[in-house]
């Protein structure tokens, strides 16, 4: 009996297959376990949570373990197998998934037992843990190139007005393709943007924020939104449509997907004569709080605009600014700094450190 398997289904994990002995007692509380589980999950984190529990699972039935006996031991020999292909950051989120899904049908799991914690440091200490890639930020002097560089096709006018927002709201793309119509109002000084829900909003709370209009015409927020909504009209729904190959709007698709923001990124970003690669949807949320930054905008306010939770995840953001400002070896390399005693008398400029011979 205590080797038999039962089946229970989840929408987090997909088919889990319990030990037998404890099916009886978790089955209606796994299923319904389950479900309150995979809604609180955003739709990315459930698709990256199944695909590491397939890993695992697979894995697992190579070498003929359960995969859900809770044992550290197997875990850490997992991830000490995965780590030949996989970052740290992603040996995390196995490790997530894996203690989720054991949680999920009441098999206990420590994360934080020794012997996983110290495989997971001793791979850390081998191979480094690689900083968090960031795209590239659009910076306002490529945010004009993108922008004038797109064609005056209906998809061009959408694509300019959702770059325009997207920027000057600091959104994430899954925000951009969720708005709606009803989400966009104009006010004196440019836009304000309702957002229902979000990455740090699961729970649909709301936030509403502002975007200030532009005075340079070709990237006015506003003057953006007015020419695209003139072409999609005031109907309720998604704010942004998708288009078909030639440029012409296609409303009977709906909405467009998360990737579509990457994919229209990108193409102006090739238009206008950049690298597409090192552009991605976040590079128009990374470049707003980069520029801010660079104008000495306070982290909280830049927050304020990219709804950060956490300081630290938004100073990623701002690291160009940052490396640069109040930097000591501008002191110190910068010939045209000129220095004074201390009666304000002005002495010789600055010159470049002097080399010496001396080893």
């Known amino acids: 009996m205590g080797n038999e398997l039962t089946v229970v289904e ?64 197997v875990i850490g020999m997992y991830l000490a197998k995965a780590a030949e292909r996989l970052s740290v950051a992603t040996l995390e989120v196995h490790l997530g998934a894996i203690v989720a899904a054991h949680r999920t049908v009441g ?12 495989v997971l440091e ?22 004009v190139r993108l922008v004038t560089g797109l064609p005056d096709t209906p998809k061009g006018v959408r694509d300019r007005a959702l770059i325009l ?15 709606d119509r009803a989400d966009l109002a ?25 975007v200030y209009g532009s005075p ?13 909504l003139a072409l999609r009209g005031e109907a309720p729904g998604p704010l942004f449509l998708q288009a078909d190959g030639g440029g012409a709007l296609r409303p009977d698709r709906g909405r467009l997907a998360g990737q579509a923001v990457a994919r229209i990124v990108k193409a102006a970003a090739a238009r206008a004569g950049y690298d597409p690669a090192k552009f991605a949807g976040h590079s128009l ?29 938004a100073r990623r953001y701002i690291r160009d600014a940052d490396l640069w400002k109040r930097n000591v070896s501008e002191l110190v ?14 002495l010789a400029a600055a010159s470049p450190m002097p080399l010496s011979s001396d080893p």
């Open 10 to 73: 989840t929408a987090l994990f997909g088919t889990l297959e319990v030990p037998g002995d404890r099916a009886d007692a978790i089955r209606d509380l796994a299923a319904r376990a389950a479900a309150y589980a995979s809604r609180a999950r955003a739709a990315n984190t459930v698709a990256t949570y199944r695909s590491a529990w397939g890993a695992f699972t697979a894995w697992c039935r190579a070498l003929g373990f359960p995969p859900l006996a809770g044992d550290p031991q």
């Open 107 to 118: 098999v206990p799991v420590d994360r934080q037992h020794y012997f996983i914690r110290s």
């Open 122 to 143: 001793g791979i850390a200490r081998t191979k480094g843990r690689r900083p968090t890639r960031v795209a590239a930020p659009i910076l306002p002097e490529i945010l």
């Open 165 to 179: 927002l997207g920027f000057g709201g600091a959104l994430r793309r899954s925000e951009l393709v969720a708005l």
């Open 186 to 210: 104009f006010r004196d000084r440019g836009v304000t943007v309702t957002i229902r829900r979000s990455k740090t909003d699961q729970q649909g709370i709301g936030e509403e924020l502002a």
């Open 216 to 228: 340079q015409p070709a990237i006015d927020v506003v003057a953006a939104l007015t020419a695209w």
């Open 285 to 313: 949320r990374a470049g707003l709080a980069t520029a801010a930054a660079d104008r000495d905008a306070q982290l909280h306010d830049i927050m304020r605009q990219t709804r950060h939770k956490s300081a630290d995840v």
């Open 333 to 346: 390399f910068t010939p045209e700094r000129v220095k004074t005693d201390v009666g304000g008398e002005r």
